[in-house]
């Protein structure tokens, strides 16, 4: 972002072409973001933990949460940064979204304009039905949440580098010197799900980044630890609501 103490006006718009295998390292600003990606897939990781992002997503950060961007693959963002209470009302306490063919096209004119537009004509009528429209977006639960126990960070960390590893709970207790029923109960409170579920979202957020790569989907498959690609075809699409397949031609 440029070096604003203040917004140019209450929304600002941002539009970049990322190119493939770029960072966007951890970072914060005093404005609500609401981040986009018309083409092409990312990977956003916040304070509370991270998302794959597709175009059928919007996501929101609140103000000053610290968050990251990775992308596999050329991308085009899109980028809302909103000042004051309207942004902070609408972010919430941040997540996505799923987006509308509607808030899309609204956010591709907004990205004509130019920095100081017109608030009170057009294109600030424009900007406020966009806002309107922006506040009916369904949420969507596509988080996966970051434990804060040292316990279970240092098992986090190991399935992030290794999705595959079929490691149970217990043998992961025997690891930590703590019994599986204290880890299976610290998963649930600190995460909101189960050991399976939060390592099923996480081979399946790889899963996503790697079909953005452009690896077949029978080693993607494998790689992040189905024993077959119609089971992992499956709980792809559960989750995403699309085939893995479609991944490069347009989801």
């Known amino acids: 972002m440029p070096d604003f103490s203040c917004l140019p006006?209450?929304?600002?718009m941002r539009i970049q072409l990322r190119p493939e295998n770029s960072i966007v390292r951890p970072h914060r600003h005093p404005w609500t973001q609401f981040l986009y990606c018309s083409k092409g897939v990312m990977s956003v990781t916040t304070e509370i933990g991270s998302y794959v992002m597709t175009p059928d997503m919007?996501?929101?950060?609140?103000?000053?949460v610290e968050h990251s961007v990775q992308m596999v693959q050329p991308i085009l963002q899109e980028s809302l940064y909103l000042d004051g209470a309207v942004g902070a009302?609408?972010?919430g306490r941040g997540g996505v979204v799923s987006m509308t063919g509607l808030v899309r096209e609204l956010i591709h004119e907004a990205g004509t304009f130019p920095?100081?537009?017109d608030e009170a004509g057009a294109p600030g009528r424009l900007i406020t039905v966009l806002l309107d429209q922006l506040a009916l977006l369904p949420v969507r639960d596509v988080l996966l949440p970051f434990p804060h126990d040292a316990r279970l960070q240092v098992i986090c960390r190991?399935?992030?580098?290794?999705p595959g590893c079929e490691r149970s709970l217990d043998e992961w207790a025997e690891r930590a010197a703590a019994s599986s029923r204290t880890l299976s109960r610290l998963f649930e409170s600190e995460t909101g799900m189960g050991f399976r579920a939060w390592r099923q979202r996480l081979r399946l957020q790889r899963a996503m980044m790697l079909l953005g790569e452009g690896a077949p989907v029978s080693r993607v498959a494998v790689d992040v630890g189905y024993t077959s690609a119609s089971a992992f075809i499956v709980a792809f699409k559960r989750f995403f609501g699309f085939s893995p397949g479609t991944i490069g031609l347009g989801a």
């Open 9 to 12: 006006r209450p929304v600002l």
């Open 58 to 64: 919007g996501l929101w950060i609140p103000p000053n």
């Open 89 to 91: 009302r609408l972010a």
């Open 115 to 117: 920095v100081e537009y």
């Open 158 to 162: 190991q399935l992030i580098d290794d």
